[in-house]
């Protein structure tokens, strides 16, 4: 086995690789004054199980362009096979047309991504409507959660909580994190107008009293949901309020926005930023190690 780490994947790729006592190298990637990019594959591949670590965040159409040319590359060196292990997988959100004319995206990826890689592990994939990653690749894939260790972190660090689901979706979610915690959870029910407007209220009464709120989130992006909710928890008596997302995409200050509301922010490691409290290294280790 050979763990490669793609541009955004090195944080993870050497934890992992460490952790499995496995050899591991950085992907060479370079731009053309153009904007062209190649990459070079610095480790001998051939008749090697290759394992490409990405996290697509910031500049995402790069970041996949980049992992499919270097699974391409791969193949052409003689790699046995190439699984991409992508700890933040894009374009999942944009799962039917919802407008005419428009793009179905996630079956766009999905067939890119058969074409060049033999197996695909996603932590926490945005799945709405697609029920399970086979509806979207026909390639073995991993659906890997940091359900648990989110679990274990509130357990560890946030003593008399309330879990919350910002979402319809989130609620299994949620419910979830706050059976193996043994507490109270309730869910927002949240109308989006645009990207940029949505509006939420709580489906159940529920004191909030002195317990600390706790919204649970795969996602945080533009903040609005969350601010929204936070918003609306406020009016109905929380005091103390803390978010823990999977994903900090944070786009649009949305990390500002939310401390200056002061809800504290907890996130995993599967894009790296400031708000990183929980290592995800071990979900990886694991399904590679099967
Ligand atoms: C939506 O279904 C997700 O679970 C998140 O709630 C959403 O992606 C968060 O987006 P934003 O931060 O832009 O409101």
New binding site residues.
């Given amino acids: 086995m050979k763990i490669i780490a793609c541009s955004n994947g090195l944080h993870l790729a050497k934890n992992v690789a460490k952790k499995l006592k496995k050899p591991y190298s950085e992907l060479e990637v370079k731009h053309f004054p153009d904007n062209e990019l190649k990459v070079a594959i610095k480790t001998d591949v051939k008749k090697k199980k290759v394992i490409l670590v990405q996290s697509f965040h910031g500049d995402i159409n790069d970041q996949l362009v980049e992992a499919l040319f270097a699974a391409y590359t791969a193949k052409d060196l003689g790699a046995k096979s190439i699984t991409l292990v992508a700890s933040y997988f894009p374009y999942l959100?944009q799962d039917k047309r919802f407008k005419p004319g428009e793009s179905v995206s996630i079956e766009i990826v999905g067939k890119l991504i058969d074409r060049v890689f033999d197996e695909i592990a996603i932590i926490d994939p945005?799945l709405?409507r697609e029920k399970t990653l086979g509806h979207i690749f026909k390639i073995k894939a991993h659906r890997l959660t940091a359900n648990p260790l989110i679990a274990a972190y509130i357990k560890k660090h946030i003593k008399n909580a309330v879990i919350i689901g910002?979402?319809w979706?989130?609620y299994k979610w949620a419910e979830k994190t706050a059976d193996i915690i043994g507490c109270e959870s309730a869910i927002m029910e949240k109308k989006r107008y645009s990207?940029r407007k949505?509006e939420v209220k709580l489906n159940k009464k529920i004191d909030l009293g002195k317990r600390n709120v706790v919204i649970v989130?795969?996602?945080?992006?533009?903040?609005?949901?969350?601010l929204e909710s936070a918003k609306l928890l406020r009016k109905i008596g929380a005091k103390k309020i803390a978010a823990i997302c999977v994903h900090a995409v944070f786009v649009e200050k949305?990390y500002e926005k939310l401390k200056k509301a002061k809800v504290d922010v907890v996130s995993c490691n599967t894009i790296p930023h400031k708000s990183n409290k929980i290592d995800v290294s071990d979900l990886v280790v694991n399904a590679l190690s099967q």
Avoid: Q
Avoid at 217 to 226: A, E, K, M, V
């Fill in positions: 959100r945005h709405h910002p979402d979706e989130s990207a949505v989130d795969d996602i945080i992006s533009t903040g609005h949901t969350l949305a």
